[in-house]
């Protein structure tokens, strides 16, 4: 398989390419907008602020080729500032417009915990996964790429905002911090975005990055 890796300056992009190059996926990393609309499969990885993603993004010119590669149904996976990048917009440094794949916003992770107590900001720990509410707590990740994720599974998080998606259609998995769910992952149609970092998120991590690379191809 062919992972096309999206590289706009605010990615951690070495770790994400050996994550895929681990099970044998051809990798080709780039910021044309040509090889974005040839691509199979889509993965949009970063770190840092969402106004700075979205300003490399529009740079580069490659706002409408991700938006025509995900309304034709290629498999397309937002990883940390990337998820959060396919929301409809983001409240972080003021409120600034995401791609609009997944519909929702991001906002900031509340200082205190469900308590009142006050909670670190970013969350920063390993956490486990549990299947989003709407979902059977058994069989919640059923034909998605967390299909091998066991519930209470962990992987690594490190963010100081959250997605909040517009209807719980769009939650696929959440995690708990501070007494409260956070959503750990989201999809619409073919886009899936994780807020934990797969890539550096072990065997499970690995797993879930093996089994996007297996999707269906539009």
Same mark, same amino acid.
């Given at each position: 398989?062919?992972?096309? @890796? ?7 992009? &070495?770790?994400?390419?050996?994550? #895929? ?17 040839? %691509? ?25 080729? @991700? $938006? ?10 937002? @990883? ?12 972080? #440094? ?6 609009? &794949? ?21 969350? @920063?720990?390993?956490?486990? &996964? ?25 992987? +690594? #998080?490190?963010?100081? +905002? ?7 259609? +769009? $939650?696929? %998995? ?10 750990? %992952? ?19 991590? &690995? ?12």
């Amino acid at each position: 398989m062919k992972v096309t @890796i999206i590289d706009y300056g605010l990615s951690n992009l &070495l770790s994400v390419q050996h994550a #895929f190059a681990h099970f044998g996926a051809e990798i080709c990393l780039t910021n044309r907008p040509e090889d974005v609309l040839a %691509a199979q499969l889509l993965v949009l990885p970063g770190v840092g602020a969402f106004r700075d993603g979205m300003a490399g993004l529009e740079r580069l010119g490659l706002i409408e080729p @991700i $938006r025509q590669k995900a309304g034709e149904g290629t498999p397309l996976l937002g @990883i940390c500032l990337g998820m959060q990048m396919l929301f409809d917009e983001s409240e972080e #440094f003021g409120v600034h417009k995401g791609l609009g &794949l997944i519909p929702g916003r991001v906002v900031r992770i509340p200082d205190k915990d469900a308590d009142g107590n006050p909670q670190r900001v970013p969350h @920063i720990s390993w956490q486990g &996964l549990i299947p989003a509410e709407h979902r059977d707590q058994e069989t919640g990740f059923a034909g998605t790429a967390l299909e091998g994720v066991k519930p209470g599974q962990e992987c +690594y #998080f490190i963010h100081s +905002y959250e997605a909040k998606p517009a209807a719980p259609e +769009y $939650r696929l %998995a959440d995690t708990v911090y501070g007494g409260r769910r956070i959503c750990a %992952a989201a999809m619409c149609g073919s886009v899936l975005g994780v807020q934990f970092h797969p890539e550096k998120s072990g065997p499970v991590g &690995l797993e879930i990055l093996r089994a996007f690379a297996k999707l269906p191809k539009a």
